[in-house]
């Protein structure tokens, strides 16, 4: 029975995981259907934020009750906080995503996102978290895999190529384009991809500020619920500026509705309580590892039902930043388990010392 326990503690993250991938990559088709379609992406992000935090909110107060004596005081520094997280993290992050998912494709998505361990360690060089040891294994590892990551962003941004499968049925492509919609207009693909590069920076940055946010509140749920509240009241008001006419804030599909209702559910409130709970029981590396995993939902689902939108410079690119992505993980793990062995080192060495310094007493 334990054996049997210890197998599903592990088998059980590793297909939840690999589903929320699967969700987010459907999601992401869906929404990019709708955008093409006529919703405005700044309304679907107003919506879906606006809807994830009613829902997110209220759960975040009623977990961990018995701690509330011990809870941090809410200062103005800490809403400064809130509000810088929720304006880089839902208005800037969002709103570049969705907007370069509108000239692009969700494998372009999926490719860029790939790029967040790059700007990860970029953003802990500048900003001093990390000491470049070039000498170190784990750097150079990491270096390796950035170099490869910037090389598979490049032929995913700027090359193409020829169609993976060319379909000749015409009719069938204009069929499928009326209810799913995967790739856009090839003269904004640059554009495109340089709009998903920036949210992807932002999310980054938005990660770093969010750690740094948690060790001083330590309660991650209201952390989210508060950049949550703060990012949507933001994004609302960027919206209304550029939305201006009532039309485009009006849902005119039920199919629209589902979506909103959806990537809100899925990517506002599961997604978020799945990422903390595993990220606690499995530690910070695990959660990262299934990235990759929607490099083959995306080509699945292109290979299947989008023929004629899947490019081999899309493959090969996407394919070229999830090596460079899996080696920067790798390298992270070797450079932790450096730091872990240098410690261990200085503790025996600190070790050794004392018994020393005890004798040296005892003859004086």
């Given at each position: 029975m334990e054996v049997n326990k210890?197998?599903?503690?592990?088998v059980l993250p590793f297909i939840i995981m690999v589903i929320m991938e699967g969700w987010t990559i459907g999601l992401t088709i869906f929404a990019k259907t709708a955008i093409t379609n006529g919703m405005s992406p700044l309304v679907f992000i107003?919506?879906?934020?606006?809807?994830?935090?009613?829902?997110?909110?209220?759960?975040?107060?009623?977990?961990?009750?018995?701690?509330?004596?011990e809870r941090p005081s809410f200062t103005f520094s800490l809403f400064m906080r809130f509000l810088f997280?929720?304006?880089?993290?839902?208005?800037?992050?969002?709103?570049?995503?969705?907007?370069g998912l509108s000239y692009s494709s969700p494998i372009l998505v999926c490719a860029m996102g790939?790029?967040?361990?790059?700007?990860?360690?970029?953003?802990?060089?500048?900003?001093?978290?990390?000491?470049?040891?070039?000498?170190?294994?784990?750097?150079?590892?990491?270096?390796?895999?950035i170099l490869v990551s910037i090389m598979g962003a490049v032929v995913a941004e700027f090359f193409k190529g020829p169609l993976v499968r060319p379909s000749s049925h015409d009719h069938l492509k204009h069929a499928n384009k009326q209810?799913?919609?995967?790739?856009?207009?090839?003269e904004f693909w640059v554009l495109g991809g340089a709009l998903l590069a920036a949210s992807f920076f932002s999310l980054s940055i938005f990660n770093l500020f969010q750690k740094e946010t948690v060790e001083r509140y330590p309660e991650p749920?209201?952390?989210?619920?508060?950049?949550?509240?703060?990012?949507?009241?933001?994004?609302?008001?960027?919206?209304?500026?550029?939305?201006?006419?009532?039309?485009?804030?009006?849902?005119?599909?039920n199919k629209d509705l589902i979506l909103i209702v959806l990537t809100a559910l899925v990517g506002g409130v599961i997604r978020p309580n799945i990422h903390v709970w595993f990220t606690r029981i499995?530690?910070?590396?695990?959660?990262?590892?299934?990235?990759?995993?929607?490099?083959?939902?995306?080509?699945?689902?292109?290979?299947?039902?989008?023929?004629n939108s899947l490019h081999y410079g899309s493959v090969i690119g996407t394919t070229t930043l999830g090596m460079g992505y899996y080696t920067v993980m790798y390298g992270q793990i070797k450079g932790n388990e450096e730091e872990t062995s240098c410690d261990d080192c200085s503790s025996d060495s600190l070790d050794k010392k004392i018994p020393l310094l005890q004798e040296k007493m005892e003859e004086v």
């Open positions: 210890t197998k599903m503690s592990e107003v919506y879906t934020n606006a809807l994830a935090t009613i829902i997110l909110f209220p759960c975040s107060f009623l977990t961990h009750q018995e701690d509330r004596k997280l929720g304006f880089i993290g839902i208005t800037m992050t969002q709103a570049f995503l969705f907007l790939h790029l967040i361990p790059t700007f990860n360690f970029l953003l802990s060089v500048i900003f001093r978290k990390t000491e470049m040891n070039l000498r170190s294994p784990g750097m150079q590892v990491q270096l390796i895999g209810y799913l919609v995967f790739s856009s207009t090839p749920m209201k952390v989210l619920s508060y950049s949550n509240l703060l990012g949507t009241i933001l994004s609302a008001i960027v919206s209304w500026i550029v939305e201006r006419e009532i039309n485009v804030w009006k849902i005119k599909r499995k530690g910070p590396l695990y959660v990262p590892l299934f990235k990759p995993f929607g490099i083959a939902f995306a080509t699945t689902f292109a290979l299947c039902f989008f023929s």
